[in-house]
């Protein structure tokens, strides 16, 4: 087992250019002393939207990481995948994000669901964790109830990380499951009985992504409860402990924070728990490195940022087409969407102030923002336009890749202050 470090970071890079921008992030805060390893997260839907193949990513990624000396280790994870679309990654990917939320819910035999509660009758009670102020309190009936749930998506881990290390070989991989791409939230009960049974299906799992209460749009702030959130993450936390004592799992097993980036107000509490109880995690920050290269190209002025506009003009009657695919986590409402002619008439300063995710900034347009983040689509389709707009520009947009990715994110969560 390739064995994945205490902390690591999901650096989405969309387009492939801004790998040495990102190391250039981790290495700031290694010189800090504190290293979180790079994982670089790209679905299938994004290579597919954009036209790539998971091998660009790892010659990318390759490069960068020699180009940058970067020593601390890094990985290629291909991300939400299922049995559907696995087979590209399997040569260069060495971090593998099992997707089972569509299995959530799809029937089981009766028989195998009182079956699993059988086996872990054990669990029924008042159950103690250590952290957890209260016992859990599980019931047969709740055993039962899970199981018939979650049954069929544990079982489909189980199927798709045997068709990958069946295929990987001697090769060895990092093993996530996620469940975040669904509705309901997974209380910590249901997730103590979720990693029974992912333990039962021998899945070396060294990262966990639950849905976790509360609204992960894309590269918008968290919409809900933080106390909510702060509450759930640490008992997320025990749980896990808890787990890989009593179900042998990996040691290492921590939580994955599918952000889709930007989770700014749940920082603060993230990080305390994971003091608290001297606990890793991994947080995926989604794509927001495209967001930095067309803030960057704005920011450049000129030509620069008149492509970023020309983007904009392009992306606004594909509206609905755009929003399709991450239909279930954008909120965008179109009448705070500026006209492309509004857009036209901004200074530099101003197309950076409404994309900026600086809340503060009386200027910063959310709506705006989530709606370039889904435009990506229209840069890969003006291909070397726009690539070659990144090559030109790539000074001012890796300060500000490197800047988001150390001063927002890296910082405020994993420098202890
Ligand atoms: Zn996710």
Redesign the pocket.
Known sequence: MLKLAHYSIGVGDRFGHQARAQIRAVQALKNQGVTVVPVWNKSFREHSLIGTHPADTRRAADAAVAEEKWTSGYFLDA??ISLKNVESFLPTSDFF?L?VADFIGKPVETADSEAFADRHAGLTGRLSVPGIAHPLEIDRATLIKVASRYLAAIRAAGNLYRHIAAAKKTAPFVTEV?M??TAAPQTPVELLIILAGLAEENIPLQTL?PKFTGEFHKGIDYIGDPAAFAREFDEDICVIRYAVGRFNLPGNLKLSV?S?SDKFSLYPHIAASLRRHGAGVHL?T?GTTWLEEVIGLAAADGEGLALAKRIYRLAQPQFDALCVPYATVISINRANLPSADTVDAWSSQQFVGALEHNPACPAFNSDFRQFIHISFRLAAELGAVYTDALKAHAAIIGEHVTGNLLERHLKPLFLDR
């Open positions: 991300d939400h994000t997707d996620s975040d791409e992504a599918h889709g995926k989604a």
